[in-house]
């Protein structure tokens, strides 16, 4: 177990020797005995002090083992989301959704962009603040999410699996669309987005826009049927932007590369391996 900071205190005190976590409650009982026996405070406001602090110690340890096995490391926050780079996001919309009504109400948020511009940062944001205030919440990429299905599936397990991702009161599945996912895997996916549909809420992720989903899912029948539940209490979030991994390099970016990352609207039709020859570039 790691160490902190104030473990010289149990160190100090043998007789108070135990967890390390437990060392800043044995601080502030010291402390708090301290001023009661000099009359600084009466025996009511010890009693309320340590009371305090133990909610205190206590719920950051709920929080500490919330966020691992939410698998909500490494920890994201709004505070350090630098919207300023990220002119497109409407700072009061993120705002609005961190006050997790849409947690309460099952429904889903959507965030779209190109690769580095923010999209898992500001989920596991929003899952983090879920923790917080008390929910439970599983964030999975949508090709571990698929694994843990299809073994559960070889194993006979499962109505079990779908079931436990399906308790969590926020379910975040990201990075759809960097992998291509089987005909099965898909199948798989709509099962679980099916138990959850209107029961709990759900962020997603991807790099792609609708459009690409049947392509993504492999099945353009079943990326349908997972579009119309996905879609039925959303919220949209685009993002477009530059990457932020690459903000110090941008120069070195070709500018292709820099306009493909860009999300396009749903095509009107399939797209075609070469350009007719009297098709005239917009110019
Ligand atoms: P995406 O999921 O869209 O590919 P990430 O959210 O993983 O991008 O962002 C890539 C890295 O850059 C992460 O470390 C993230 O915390 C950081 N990052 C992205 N956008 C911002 C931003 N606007 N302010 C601060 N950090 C950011
Ligand atoms: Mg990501």
């Known amino acids: ?131 917080k205030a008390g929910r439970q919440v599983y964030r999975a990429s949508l090709a571990d999410l698929i694994d843990a299905l299809a073994k559960a599936e070889r194993q006979g397990q499962l109505a079990e699996k779908i079931r436990f991702y399906a308790r969590a009161s926020l379910l975040i599945v990201d990075e759809i669309g960097y992998l291509p996912i089987s005909r099965g895997g898909a199948n798989l996916f709509f099962q679980l987005v099916n138990a959850r549909y209107e029961k709990g809420a759900m962020i997603l992720t991807s790099n792609r826009g609708f459009a690409e989903w049947g392509e993504v899912f492999g099945d353009p029948v079943v990326a349908t049927a997972l579009l119309d539940r996905l879609l039925h209490h959303a919220v949209v979030v685009q993002i477009e932007g530059a990457s932020y991994r690459l903000r110090a390099h941008a120069d070195l970016i070709p500018e292709h590369v820099r306009a493909n990352a860009r999300i396009t609207p749903p095509p009107p039709q399939k797209r075609r391996a070469r350009p007719p020859k009297n098709e005239v570039a917009n110019p």
């Open 1 to 131: 177990m790691k160490e902190r900071a104030h473990d010289h205190t149990s160190r100090q005190n043998p007789r108070r020797a135990g967890r390390a976590e437990d060392a800043p409650c044995v601080e502030a009982l010291d402390h708090t005995i301290q001023r009661l026996e000099n009359g600084e405070i009466t025996a009511i406001e010890a009693i309320d002090a340590l009371l305090s602090e133990e909610y205190a110690t206590r719920e950051t340890r709920r929080i500490d083992v919330a966020l691992r096995t939410s698998k909500l490391l490494p920890i994201k926050t709004l505070e350090s989301f630098d919207f300023s780079f990220q002119p497109s996001l409407d700072r009061e919309r993120i705002a609005a959704l961190a006050q997790l009504d849409f947690v309460r109400r099952a429904e889903v948020v959507h965030f779209l962009g190109p690769p580095g511009t923010g999209k898992s940062h500001l989920a596991t944001a929003l899952g983090v603040a879920a923790v």
